[in-house]
């Protein structure tokens, strides 16, 4: 039973699915319940699969679909394999969306109340999605994947208001240019090797000539894919309104958790398939990318700053985050991909904190807008310690695990030397703390605003009228946050500080990754 | 001239995506989006397929019977079931894997192409769902409705 | 909107360029020694599988079993496809379901001749489709393309009757808990093979509970098994995608 812990992260979801497929029609009310164990037992087996890894003696675990095994050293099948940074991101994607689930119950019920099966369903093959695309070793079962988690996202944001509608439709349009781009490359890899398991490729593509063009167009079209699909800037311009008009349940999920998982595709492919002597030395391409991310910072930062909606801010901030993790894992040494890995963690939790926060906020109060904020510290204290933890974390204080991910990538850039990219890290820092404490000034000293007191502002007036219309979302307040909404909330926000309190031990779990994949020989 | 007619399956690809790429990016109406979209499928689908081609004198991939079940003693296949034996590999005839099509891009390419049904069955419901709510599925107009504060 | 068609055009020639820039470096057209034909994985399909499945088909062989895994993604993304839908557009309230039995009363109107016609094709429409999934291991077809033409004659019957006379056959809640049993029929048989002791997906073991079979044969059986579980998926699904499209979410009318 022990070595089917990899499987069962991927089957709980997909089974709990089937379940709600099969019952929740008729009875709506085992549709949560259902959701819950699911994703409760998937955490487990994650966890169970992250034990198994730290156990076995070559910190890899293979799970062989289909019971082929390897033939005359060719994978014959499709086969799973987890090493410390895919058991780090399964422990990371399940607990996120285990807690999630918890949270939006409330939520859900009041947004989509029509949609209960529907939702839970999509939800729940989302996350098998993310899942799948984090242990799979084979290229185009990491397609099929990647195509179940964006399917799955389009309906769930599509289901939200009449803007989510729209936005939704112009993410199907640049996830699929994305993920077509992605096929493509990973034809291209196909058509110079003749295999799909990804570690397969690396080995036939050492005696590969490195000038081959094929293998360096089908990097490109790799690379251009997963750069859409995470929104790196100029990528970017789906995601600030898909996240922001999205459910909430749906915001707080796909916000922490799409962005990064394709930030790990893109570090799986760069250091398992091409290998990082190829991407860092042969292509010569990292001064190219890390002033990319130079620019996506700065622009992030930029655009986050002249937003007054809560979540459109904390989408430009997510814009802002993926140029930190490209950027990191593109400074061609082990601080910046260390870097890049940790924040990816640490990065996840701080959004997903952060949302839970807005979502709280914004039901309670029916505001959408900074201003909702006015005086939350007496309110919403529970919420408010939530937000304050959060908030720290991005700014990059410690103890918070956003200080040690951002020490990691500045040590990383100066190492590399390029200092417009630290400088850049340094601007979006100062641009964090301008943000949240004008936050957290606003909760702190101005009281004058009770909750449900409507703000007569132009903006929210036609957001009433939008709250108005039959088909959108409802928009009734909630007089009280309740405990299935803070609680996992304060477990998230703990989760913070407990990430930077052992951030040696993760970062020494990274560190194998990185050193087993000599990032270090001839970057320095 | 060479380089295009040796690999002329490769020119109509990329012609055929640009086609398709140019229509999801630079069209207004959502409908021709969604066109371009599926054009821009079919190329990736006609790329792969076309690597799996072995020039002439190779067949479908499917075996023939000989082939399966050895040439000798057809009545046996009857009890094919419960004869281990006979699945052994000596009786078979040898296969020339020049002479039969590369099944790996037809099995991705069958999976390439139900995908490609569904995300476009989804964008057509999204699609729908906007006319009913905008009224129109002209990205001009919905853009100057939404300015308008009608979204 | 001019500058969005010249940021096509741009981004347009840049990629086409550089693929073609790329093609220099492919084999030529249908070179049976190219790295992906003759690859050990790709010879390893065609020189064993007739060994280790007894499925002439290769197609098959490599989708139902070598690939089995991502075939059961692909069923579970023809059945988010079709959930969806429904989700997006809706299943259509109570009042509209029952505006579905009083239009099908209507169905003496329709046009004589489609419908005289839709009888005589749907049955043997559905008995080919049949054929087709039941001989995909030694011809072209499987349960997608058995699926997709039983979905087409539910389809045919909602063109020719209306709507409502389809959904008197296969109602929504209908085709969704037959989707969920397609997916349920695949995944379980991974899963009987689990609890059995193997991985997952490893269908040899089947033969302890299949009558009559070697562990050769239990895989070739339990492909058909599973394409069965992919027929039910597609079929609903296919239907559920028309009647929710042509309808626009209200399940009533039709086109």
């Not at chain 2, 078979?92 to 099944?103: G, K, V, W």
Request: contains cysteine; aromatic residues 10%; negative net charge.
């Amino acid at each position: 039973m022990v070595e089917q812990f990899p499987i069962l992260i991927e089957l709980c979801p997909l089974f709990g699915a089937i379940l709600i497929a099969i019952l929740g029609f008729r009875m709506p009310k085992l549709c949560y319940p259902i959701t819950v164990l699911a994703m409760a037992l998937s955490c487990a087996a994650a966890i169970g699969t992250f034990m198994m890894m730290l156990a076995s003696p070559s910190g890899t675990v293979i799970y062989d679909l289909s019971g082929w095994g390897r033939v005359n050293d060719t994978a014959i099948s499709i086969e799973y394999r987890v090493d410390a940074l895919s058991a780090l991101m399964l422990v990371l994607i399940s607990s996120v969306a285990f807690l999630n689930v918890i949270y939006s119950k409330v939520r859900v019920a009041q947004e989509t109340p029509s949609k209960i099966p529907h939702f839970y369903i999509l939800y729940l093959l989302l996350v098998a999605g993310l899942e799948g695309i984090t242990i799979t070793n084979d290229a185009f079962n990491l397609y099929v994947l990647v195509e179940i988690s964006s399917l799955t996202g389009y309906a769930l944001i599509a289901i939200g208001s009449k803007r989510a509608v729209i936005s939704s439709f112009n993410y199907v349009i640049m996830g699929t240019i994305g993920a077509s781009f992605f096929l493509l490359g990973v034809g291209y890899l196909y058509i110079k090797t003749g295999t799909l398991n990804m570690s397969d490729i690396r080995s036939i593509m050492e005696a590969i000539p490195d000038d081959s063009k094929a293998i360096k167009v089908g990097f490109m079209l790799i690379m251009i894919g997963v750069w859409v699909k995470m929104a790196f800037f100029p990528l970017h311009g789906w995601l600030p309104n898909a996240y922001a008009y999205a459910p909430t349940a749906t915001g707080a999920l796909m916000a922490p958790l799409v962005t990064k998982v394709m930030i790990y595709i893109m570090i799986r492919m760069m250091l398992s398939v091409f290998g990082p002597e190829y991407v860092y030395e042969t292509l010569g391409w990292t001064d190219v990318v890390v002033t990319l991310s130079t620019i996506a910072i700065v622009a992030g930062s930029f655009f986050a700053l002249s937003r007054s909606d809560l979540r459109k801010m904390l989408t430009y901030i997510i814009v802002a985050e993926v140029g930190y993790m490209v950027g990191g894992a593109w400074l061609a040494n082990s601080q910046g991909m260390t870097g890049a890995i940790y924040h990816l963690l640490s990065d996840a939790l701080m959004t997903f904190c952060l949302f839970m926060v807005v979502g709280i906020v914004v039901s309670r109060t029916g505001d959408p807008k900074l201003t909702a904020f006015q005086g939350l510290y007496r309110k919403m204290p529970i919420t408010m310690v939530g937000f304050t933890i959060a908030a720290l974390s991005m700014i990059g204080l410690p103890p918070t695990c956003g200080f040690f991910s951002k020490w990691y990538l500045l040590r990383g850039g100066i190492e590399a030397g390029q200092y417009h990219y630290v400088g850049a890290l340094l601007f979006s820092s100062l641009v964090n703390a301008v943000l949240f404490f004008r936050l957290i000034e606003m909760a702190y000293y101005h009281g004058a605003h009770a909750h449900g007191e409507p703000i007569r502002d132009e903006d929210h007036e036609q957001y009433r009228m939008h709250g108005a219309d039959p088909d959108s979302q409802p928009k009734e307040t909630l007089a009280n946050a309740p405990w299935s909404m803070l609680g996992p909330m304060l477990v998230v926000a703990i989760g913070l500080i407990a990430l930077g309190v052992f951030n040696s031990t993760v970062t020494e779990w990274i560190g194998q990754v990185v050193a087993n994949l000599n990032v270090l020989e001839g970057a320095n | 001239m060479e380089f295009i007619v040796n690999n002329f399956n490769y020119w109509i690809y990329v012609i055929l995506m640009m086609i398709g790429l140019f229509a999801m990016i630079a069209k207004n109406n959502l409908i021709k989006k969604l066109v371009g979209m599926t054009i821009f499928q079919t190329a990736i689908i006609l790329f792969y397929v076309s690597i799996g081609v072995k020039g002439e004198g190779a067949t479908i991939p499917i075996l023939s019977y000989e082939q399966v079940h050895g040439t000798h003693h057809v009545e046996e296949a009857d009890h094919a079931g419960e004869d281990d034996s006979h699945h052994a590999q000596a009786d078979l005839p040898e296969i020339d894997a020049r002479t039969i099509t590369n099944p790996i891009p037809h099995v991705l390419m069958l999976t390439a192409i139900v995908v490609g049904v569904a995300t476009l069955g989804v964008a057509l419901a999204i699609s729908q769902r906007i006319f009913h709510f905008y009224g129109s599925l002209d990205e001009d107009v919905i853009l100057a409705k939404i300015q308008k504060g009608d979204g | 909107m001019a500058p969005m068609k010249i940021v096509a055009l741009i981004t347009v020639i840049i990629t086409g360029g550089l693929l073609l820039y790329a093609t220099g470096d492919f084999p030529a057209w249908g070179d049976p020694l190219s790295p992906a034909n003759n690859s050990a994985l790709s010879r390893h399909y065609i020189e064993q599988s007739r060994v280790e499945t007894a499925v002439p088909n290769l197609v098959t062989a490599v989708l139902a079993d070598y690939r089995g895994y991502d075939t059961m993604f692909e069923t579970v993304v023809v059945f988010v496809a079709g959930l969806a839908i429904l989700a997006v557009l809706g299943q259509g309230t109570s009042r509209e379901r029952a505006a579905i039995q009083r239009s099908a009363e209507r169905y003496q109107e329709r046009d004589m001749i489609n419908i005289m016609t839709a009888r005589l094709i749907v049955p043997v429409l559905q008995l080919f489709s049949l054929y087709v999934l039941a001989h995909g291991h030694y011809s072209p077809g499987g349960g997608f393309q058995g699926g997709v033409m039983f979905g087409a004659s539910f389809i045919l019957i909602a063109l020719a009757g209306g709507l409502p006379e389809a959904l008197s056959r296969l109602s929504i809640p209908g085709a969704l808990l037959l989707a969920g049993l397609g997916v349920l029929l695949y995944g379980g048989t991974g899963l009987v093979c689990m609890m059995l002791g193997q991985n997952f997906l490893d269908y040899h073991i089947l033969h302890r509970l299949l009558p009559a079979t070697d562990a050769v044969m239990a895989r070739y059986h339990a492909m058909l098994i599973v394409e069965i579980g992919v027929a039910f998926t597609v079929t609903a699904i296919m239907f559920i995608i028309y009647a929710a499209l042509s309808s626009r979410g209200r399940m009533t009318g039709g086109l």
